[in-house]
């Protein structure tokens, strides 16, 4: 399990100089699936760009474990995306990329340099916890728990004033369960992130983030025996982001609609539908 317990203030905000910028997309790269969120179209799945679903002869994974395995494969993916939503000029254009919380340099570098071969005019690198809380977050404020249930990771984050305060990653998810396994181990694995973050925590954040509920994101949350079983083990409510596998990139996409409203290239963007 990896772990970060200092503060640290992770990835560029999105209040950076972007001017010029017209067109965009934002993109989730995720062990599972690909999501894209284009300004007028919602969110588009790899297999409806790409035609295929990527498991098929020739056309393996690119992405497992939060990790880029296949950069290769992973370039072809990404340029047809462009391709499809931007078009073969990318003048004007900026790609919102959301990585795991924890993602190491390596995928992080790789991930730059191949969208960087697309051509966008900027690259935005905005971590899942904050594009989730961006979507389907308190408007409150204080501090947010968020438990991302993907299908290879598993990850819990604290996030204190809209920043990564603690943050926990398990290289485990919805994807290791077989067939009619309970989600037994995944439940377990949340639980023990967050009793980490708890013993750690000496200004009763976490305290304060569990008693709004942590906000449940990823294809996991969708599940109810899992979401009924950390509730029920907290003893406490959880909050359900709306269609919980599309939280992150919708939120990436509400990032792309600041930037893009503050050119004057996009309309006002509420984020929650389409």
Partial sequence: MRALHDGRRLGPSARQDHRGITR?????LGSSRTRVWVPG?????D???CGDSGTGPGHGRPVRRGRIVDPESCGRMLGRIADTTLGADRTGTVIVLSHPVLAGPRHRTEARELI????PTTVIALDSARAAAAYAGPRDGGPLLVVDLGAELTEATLLVDGQVRDAR??????????????PTAVVRTVL?????????????????ALRKGPLLTGGGAACHDITHRISVSLGGPV??????????VR??????????RRNGAAPALTGRTG
């Fill in 116 to 119: 960087a071969a697309l051509g």
């Fill in 41 to 45: 179209h919602g969110v588009l799945a």
């Fill in 24 to 28: 965009g997309l934002a993109l989730d």
């Fill in 251 to 260: 939120g990436a996409g509400m990032v792309l609609g600041s930037v893009l």
């Fill in 47 to 49: 297999t409806d760009l």
């Fill in 192 to 208: 023990d992130m967050i009793m980490e973050m708890w013993q750690q925590d000496r200004h009763g954040v976490v305290l304060g």
């Fill in 169 to 182: 990653q398990a290289e485990t998810g919805l994807g290791d369960l077989a067939p009619a396994e309970p």
């Fill in 239 to 248: 909050r359900l982001a709306d269609d919980p596998a599309t939280a992150v």
